[in-house]
C-alpha cells in the first residue's frame, strides 16, 4: 500500500470555480502534513503547511482529519494561474528536522478561462 | 538569495555509463535530500545528508547509486552503471537545521537512460 493516495485527475475547471482534491495516508502515526505545487517541468514548491484546526491562506483552504488519515485542499474562485500539479505530502516522524517526506503522486488541475 | 540549483538539468547518457549530478543546496541549509520521481509515478526520497553526514539512506534503490557530500556543501550523486530504469527527473532539496517546515527543491536534473 502507498504511503500517500491521490487521485491524479485530470481535474478541468472553469476560471472562478471552487475545486476540492483529496488525499489519503496510510501511517497514522504520520506528523506533519503539506500541500505543494509544482508546474510543468518545474520543481515543486510548498503551497502550504496542513494544520489539525485546518487552516486558510487566501483562496486557498487546508483540511485534516487524524481520525480518517485524509488531507484535503479546497480552491476557491479558481484563476488560470492555479493550473499545476497539486502534491499531497506527508511527514511521518517526530523531530525537528523535517528529514524524509512521502509524496502522492499528484493531482493535475487545469483551470480554463 | 539564490534558490537550490542542480547541474545538468538533462542528461541522455547510454547504459552502462556513469553519470553524475550534482546539487548546490541554499547557503546555510544543513540538511540536503535526494529525491527522484519515475515517470508516471511519484516522487520518491533517496537519501537524507546532515552536513557530511548520511543521515538516512534507506531510500537509495542499489549499489549503483553513490551519493556524498563531503565538506557538507554541495553533493554529488553518480549512478555506475546506468540502467534503463534509472530514467526519471532526479530532485535535490534542503531545508534548515532546527524547526525547518519547508523544503526547498532545485528543478531537477532529467536522466535519460538508453
Known amino acids: 500500500r502507498k504511503e500517500v493516495e491521490q487521485d491524479p485527475g485530470p481535474f478541468n475547471v472553469p476560471e472562478g470555480a471552487t475545486v476540492a482534491f483529496n488525499c489519503t495516508y496510510s501511517n497514522s502515526a504520520s506528523q506533519s502534513f503539506f500541500w505543494y505545487r509544482q508546474d510543468c517541468r518545474k520543481e515543486p514548491k510548498l503551497l502550504m503547511s496542513?494544520?489539525?484546526s485546518g487552516n486558510e491562506d487566501g483562496r486557498f483552504t487546508a483540511q485534516l482529519n487524524r481520525a480518517s488519515q485524509y488531507i484535503s485542499l479546497l480552491i476557491r474562485d479558481s484563476k488560470l494561474s492555479d493550473s499545476a500539479t497539486y502534491l499531497c505530502?506527508?511527514?511521518?516522524?517526530?523531530?525537528?528536522?523535517?528529514?524524509?517526506?512521502?509524496f502522492g503522486r499528484g493531482t493535475q488541475l487545469t483551470v480554463w478561462p | 538569495e539564490a534558490g537550490v540549483t542542480q547541474f545538468p538539468s538533462h542528461s541522455v547518457i547510454e547504459k552502462g555509463q556513469t553519470v553524475t549530478l550534482r546539487c548546490d543546496p541554499i547557503s546555510g541549509h544543513d540538511n540536503l535530500y535526494w529525491y527522484r520521481r519515475v515517470m508516471g509515478k511519484e516522487i520518491k526520497f533517496l537519501l537524507h545528508f546532515v552536513k557530511e553526514s548520511k543521515q538516512d539512506e534507506s531510500g537509495m534503490p542499489n549499489n549503483r547509486f553513490l551519493a556524498e557530500r563531503t565538506g557538507g556543501t554541495y553533493s554529488t550523486l553518480k549512478v555506475q552503471p546506468a540502467e534503463l530504469e534509472d530514467s526519471g527527473v532526479y530532485f535535490c532539496?534542503?531545508?534548515?537545521?532546527?524547526?525547518?517546515?519547508?523544503?526547498?527543491f532545485g528543478q531537477g536534473t532529467r536522466l535519460t537512460v538508453v
Open positions: 505530502v506527508v511527514k511521518p516522524r517526530r523531530g525537528s528536522t523535517l528529514g524524509r517526506l512521502y
Open positions: 532539496a534542503s531545508s534548515q537545521v532546527q524547526g525547518g517546515t519547508e523544503a526547498f
Open positions: 496542513v494544520y489539525s
